[in-house]
């Protein structure tokens, strides 16, 4: 039987701070989102991706990668979206098989709306409290991390 790695006491310190880091984050930006735009952050991220994609739509299946969500978490709310207008499904037009989601002239909006003061929070929150050489480590840090949980990821 293999002896368990424990944790050094360093790294123990680190961990609880990054997992508190981890856990606090998302709803700290959820609060700002929810109390200026009406949005989830997880919803943002997908209107986000959907403005910097060519000809704003991404197939469902590239979309759940880039918004780091399941295919039925996205669909779910891709579903909320097209409710509210900001965002259409369509059929891919290559072979028809699959969806596409488009971000609507509305949806559009609502991103330029929302991203002021949503970079502005994500700013002070976590830019904010680093220097520019902690800023590259962070960066460095979170591609290792990022290539470990899922190593055919383009970090």
């Known amino acids: 039987m293999e002896e368990t790695r424990w944790l050094t006491d360093e790294q123990q310190r680190a961990w609880r701070r990054f997992a508190a ?23 943002y991220w997908v209107l986000a991706m959907l403005s910097e994609a060519e000809g704003r739509a991404l ?4 979309l ?5 969500g399941s295919q039925s978490r996205l669909s779910h709310l891709v579903g909320r979206l097209e409710e509210r207008g900001w965002v259409r499904r369509e059929r891919t037009p290559e072979d ?11 949806g559009y909006r609502k991103v330029v709306e929302t991203a002021p003061g949503h970079v502005e929070k994500v700013r002070s929150v976590v830019f904010d409290a680093l220097t520019p050489e902690q800023v590259a480590q962070l ?11 899922n190593p055919a990821a383009d970090c």
């Open 96 to 106: 028809g098989r699959g969806y596409v989601a488009v971000l609507t002239d509305e």
């Open 139 to 149: 960066d460095e840090i979170s591609a290792a991390i990022l290539s470990r949980m």
């Open 59 to 62: 197939r469902m299946s590239e």
């Open 21 to 43: 880091v981890v856990m606090q984050l998302p709803g700290t930006l959820d609060t700002q989102l929810q109390q200026d735009a009406h949005l989830t952050h997880f919803g």
């Open 64 to 68: 759940a990668t880039l918004s780091n």
